[in-house]
């Protein structure tokens, strides 16, 4: 290293520099001059950072490696622990929280764990943590559908409902993983949407769900026909029964469809249509067997069946009378009780308001007299008022008085043919 | 490119051995590489060299980063909640190799480095030895990676310092470019090591150089980008934790991060409280004991850690958990407390670790328990507990280690959102007034007191108003001598006064001072202008010049003249040596010591 000849000022009062490099005015020492000839430290620093680069490359890569290594195997834990555990093999997920997070510590930003993390999170019940990790990683992807997904059936399940919504609806437009298909992603997110919707009761924001679905789903039978079921679920029978009219005639032979078909036709309040189409399900099904077994017991309870003599018709009513009473009865509701003869029965305890059922208890005593084979027999009018007693006492109680029976369920699905839907 | 023939090689050289061609290609070297074509001045080299101290600085803190982890994996395995006894052992028995290491080989690793740092930068003209950054590189290692309760960010700092010091003294700097030294290479070490170039910058100006210095910031500037650029390069530009989004919805909020502040001052006084009782009276105990304790306190966060591993090393994986509502507001208390215990023990004992991550682990656990506490008081008040983790960091880093600009400007860096500013403020303001008022010396100060050591300090420099020209000069009688005027006129306005001395206007803002001998002087020419008479010329000044740079050019010069910024040769008064030593009695500054804080 050496000075340079040349002269050159002062740094504080800019004045020239003496010949012995100090500043004639201030007396500060004169300081180098560094110049390209100063070759020898340059070189050694530049070649000391190659090294340096090198060594560090070297280093970071083999612990990189390393790292990524150890992340795999802690996520491969977390998995075969959350395998195990969704396969009933495992009573506790908690360890698959602790693999999640130890690989975490080796792959930072991994998306991938983070999303297998806030599962692990939701199986341990600890969902505000799962929310605070979904709501971490929405910040990092405000557009990732997945996430938006997750945030959403969580928020659904703490009965978050708007935000669930918005969840659902930023994940209909959000972004898929690039090799995943979006279109029948976001048709699965609508149809989770609309199952949420349906269970919250909202049928207008279900049919419009539902109506977007309609117009991205492809023309395949699986995905047509849980659309169809899903219009059915929200009282859309017209619509269902189109659909599966339409997949039938793609494939008549179609038993998710004719069952389907059957099923809306039914609701639509025709056992007699609906029957036809369980006819055609071949080899029956456990389903169509079942099915075939509630329209049976609704035709066992019709009285205005075209087929139905006027003794069978008589019988029906009786039959439908004392299946109403008893209903009402074991709902706790008093006249009702005295009717079928059990007054005091454990039932009682949950009696219920007497107002509400005493336009039920002038009825009935209307009605109670009539009650045999004998005058019943030709009084179309007394069986029709004994027939809307019935119905109308098994919607009352379809509100108030839990589950109903099998005769139950027939007799509503009567009243819903004889009645309308919206009764 | 096609190869020389043995036979054209000979004839090269050949042709290069006669005088006259070596003559010819000395000048064309000389045409290619002319002297001082390509030259920089010393402090230009600096900044150059600034650069490469960064970019070496960075290399080290990555591989001492990496060297971190890897103790961590080879002691404690990979799991985030080690087994028992593994838990318990490893801290308990690194703790005593470290200690013998420590205390029989190389006892300038204790602590955390900062000290130290400064230390070399104001006691030992920038001298830290290679032997101190290795031993500090491997010791802090192991012990960090160990579980003891202390971060890398200040070992990282003083191995920056270190590097910067061997490379200084490798190319011979001057001494005072040397103590600049270990600043810049201070600033490389903790901004890779914290992967924030700014809060490095301010850390390294409020707690090792202890003053602004514009001189060196440059300097400072560039080795903490460039070093963490080289972290970024090699480590990716993943954040130590992933930070929140925030928003400050309604003012009324800033009243809830005040309670924060004010939790956060009183956490930071118990911490300095516990560290300068437990330190001294550690040091007091029996020679043998010194090779027992760090063992002792690595047992003990060994035991803690059985139920909460969370205490353990620098604790930034728990930190971002807890950013993000993974642990219930009682949990998260604990934690703040037992880290605090926990970091007591490790730094008391002289185990070489840092403070710095320990202290934002405590903030963000203290921060975020206050937030889901407020939460569940006044679940009206939207309460982001990531936020409020974010200003408990910043709220114990102004409490602890008092560097309340770094404080603020750090959680900014960190966060990269503007919105938090109005509560960190706040919070850090209440922390940093509270720790101030019932802790007088800062964390720093108090650890070098401790070592016998009295180095400066921000916070307890007093506040000097810096004298300038204008407190000490005296306007002139009459007017200055104009150079071109003839000398028998100038001896007419010297004939008029008693003054010894006369400055003369030599136009252009030159002047120059001639004595009344000189200008009396009968041999001179009467007719010849006064310039005829003027053999040196001397600096001007001007009023907003300190006192310092006046007294610089005084010399042995009678009289200086101030003059004007604007019009060079319009004269505004006069200083003399006398005049600045007026100036200074007036002001009370010229005793030499310096006001005793504590």
Redesign the interface.
């Known amino acids: 290293?050496r000075m340079?000849?040349?002269t050159?000022n002062c740094?504080?009062?800019r004045?020239p520099l003496g010949e012995n490099g100090r500043c004639q005015?201030?007396?500060?020492?004169t300081?180098?001059?560094?110049?390209?000839?100063d070759w020898r430290?340059l070189l050694t620093?530049s070649l000391?950072?190659v090294m340096?680069?090198s060594?560090?490359?070297l280093?970071?890569s083999s612990?990189s490696d390393?790292?990524s290594a150890?992340a795999a195997?802690?996520t491969a834990a977390g998995i075969r622990t959350m395998d195990e555990w969704t396969r009933g093999a495992r009573k506790n997920p908690a360890p698959a929280v602790?693999e999640f997070?130890?690989a975490?510590?080796?792959s930072?930003?991994d998306f991938q764990i983070q999303l297998k993390l806030t599962d692990a999170l939701m199986a341990t019940g600890a969902a505000?943590?799962a929310?605070?990790?979904l709501?971490?990683l929405r910040?990092?992807h405000p557009g990732n559908a997945l996430v938006n997904l997750k945030l959403a059936r969580l928020e659904g399940r703490r009965q978050h409902v708007d935000e669930a919504l918005r969840y659902y609806q930023n994940a209909l437009e959000g972004e898929w993983p690039d090799h995943t298909d979006p279109v029948p992603q976001r048709a699965g997110v609508l149809f989770e949407a609309a199952e949420f919707l349906l269970s919250l009761g909202r049928h207008k924001e279900v049919e419009g769900a539902l109506r977007s679905l309609a117009a991205v789903l492809p023309n395949s039978p699986p995905e047509q026909e849980k659309l169809a079921s899903l219009y059915l679920r929200n009282g859309n029978t017209g619509r269902a029964l189109d659909i599966y009219r339409e997949q039938l005639t793609i494939d008549a032979k179609d038993t998710t469809a004719l069952l389907g078909a059957a099923q809306a036709t039914l609701a639509g309040g025709s056992y007699t249509a609906a029957r036809r189409y369980v006819e055609e399900v071949k080899p029956g099904s456990a389903e169509s067997r079942e099915l075939l077994a509630k329209l049976d017991r609704m035709e066992a309870l019709d009285p205005f069946a075209r087929s139905a003599t006027g003794r069978i018709r008589t019988e029906r009513t009786l039959a439908a009378f004392r299946i109403a009473a008893e209903r009402l009865a074991g709902c706790g509701v008093p006249f009702a009780q005295a009717l079928v003869g059990n007054v005091g029965s454990p039932a009682s305890a949950n009696e219920k308001d007497p107002e509400q059922w005493s336009g039920f208890a002038k009825w009935a005593e209307q009605l109670s007299p009539m009650m045999n084979e004998r005058k019943l027999r030709g009084r179309d009018d007394v069986i029709e008022s004994t027939m809307r007693f019935a119905f109308q006492a098994e919607m009352a109680a379809q509100k108030d008085c839990g589950n109903p029976t099998q005769d139950d369920e027939a007799l509503l699905f009567l009243a819903r043919e004889r009645m309308g839907v919206n009764q | 490119m096609k190869p020389h023939s043995p036979r054209s090689r000979e004839s090269l050289l050949k042709l290069m051995a006669t005088p006259v061609r070596r003559k010819y290609f000395e000048t064309l070297r000389r045409m290619l590489l002319p002297q001082g074509l390509i030259s920089i001045r010393e402090e230009q080299f600096f900044l150059v060299l600034a650069i490469a101290i960064g970019i070496l600085a960075g290399f080290c803190v990555v591989i001492f980063r990496i060297a971190i982890g890897a103790a961590r994996l080879l002691l404690l395995g990979g799991s985030m909640h080690p087994g028992f006894p593994r838990v318990v052992l490893v801290p308990a028995l690194m703790g005593l190799a470290i200690a013998v290491a420590a205390v029989r080989f190389f006892p300038r690793v204790r602590g955390s480095g900062v000290n130290q740092t400064k230390g070399a930068l104001y006691i030992y003209d920038g001298y830290i030895s290679a032997e101190t950054v290795v031993s500090k590189f491997i010791l802090s290692a192991l012990s960090i990676g160990s579980g003891q309760s202390l971060g890398p960010e200040d070992p990282a700092l003083q191995i920056g310092a270190g590097l910067a010091s061997a490379l200084g003294r490798w190319l011979k700097l001057s001494k005072e470019r040397l103590r600049l030294m270990a600043p810049v290479g201070a600033a490389a070490g903790l901004a890779a090591a914290f992967n924030a170039p700014i809060t490095a910058v301010l850390f390294v100006i409020e707690e090792v150089i202890g003053r602004w210095s514009a001189g060196i910031l440059g300097a400072v500037v560039l080795s903490a980008i460039s070093s963490v650029v080289v972290e970024r390069w090699f480590l990716g530009n993943e954040p130590l934790f992933r930070i929140p989004q925030y928003r400050l919805d309604h003012a009324g909020e800033l009243i809830a991060y005040a309670i924060l502040g004010v939790v956060g001052g009183v956490a930071s006084l118990v911490f300095v409280k516990t560290i300068k009782n437990l330190r001294p009276w550690l040091r007091r105990q029996p020679q043998w004991s010194q090779y027992l304790q760090p063992g002792v306190a690595g047992l003990l966060i060994g035991f803690i850690a059985i139920w909460y591993p969370q205490v353990m090393g620098a604790g930034y994986e728990w930190i971002d958990l807890a950013m993000h509502n993974r642990f219930p507001w009682e949990v998260l208390g604990i934690l703040a407390g037992l880290k605090l215990l926990a970091t007591a023990l490790s730094f008391a004992t002289g185990t070489p670790g840092g403070l710095f991550a320990p202290v934002l682990f405590m903030g963000a656990m203290l921060g975020g328990s206050v937030a889901m506490l407020e939460q569940q008081l006044f679940p009206s008040i939207a309460v982001p507990v990531g936020a409020y983790a974010l200003v408990g960091m910043g709220a114990l880093f102004a409490g602890i280690l008092r560097a309340p600009m770094t404080s603020v400007f750090m959680i900014l860096e960190v966060s990269g959102n503007y919105s938090i500013i109005l509560p960190v403020i706040i919070c850090n303001t209440i922390s940093y007034v509270i720790s101030r008022s019932f802790q007088e010396v800062p964390l720093f100060d108090l650890l070098s007191r401790q070592d016998g050591l009295d180095l400066p300090s921000l916070e307890e420099s007093p506040e000097q108003a810096i004298l300038v020209v204008e407190d000490a000069m005296h306007p002139i009688l009459g007017r200055a001598l104009l150079g071109d005027e003839a000398i028998a006129s100038a001896r007419n306005i010297v004939a008029s006064t008693q003054d010894a001395h006369f400055l003369v206007s030599l136009g252009d803002g030159r002047w120059s001072v001639l004595s009344r001998e000189t200008l009396l002087d009968p041999a001179s020419d009467q007719g010849a202008p006064v310039r005829a008479l003027v053999r040196v010329r001397v600096p001007r000044l001007y009023q907003d010049q300190s006192l310092d740079v006046a007294l610089r050019f005084m010399k042995d010069r009678p009289m200086l003249p101030v003059v004007h910024r604007g019009n060079l040769d319009l004269l505004m008064g006069v200083v003399s040596v006398e005049d600045i030593l007026r100036a200074y009695r007036k002001a009370g500054l010229a005793e030499p010591e310096r006001a005793e804080v504590s």
């Open positions: 290293m340079s000849e040349e050159a740094t504080i009062c004045q005015h201030c007396d500060v020492e300081t180098h001059t560094w110049t390209i000839q430290p620093l000391l950072i340096g680069f060594f560090t490359s280093i970071v612990y390393k790292r150890l195997e802690y602790d997070e130890a975490l510590v080796y930072h930003d505000s943590e929310l605070g990790q709501r971490a910040d990092q």
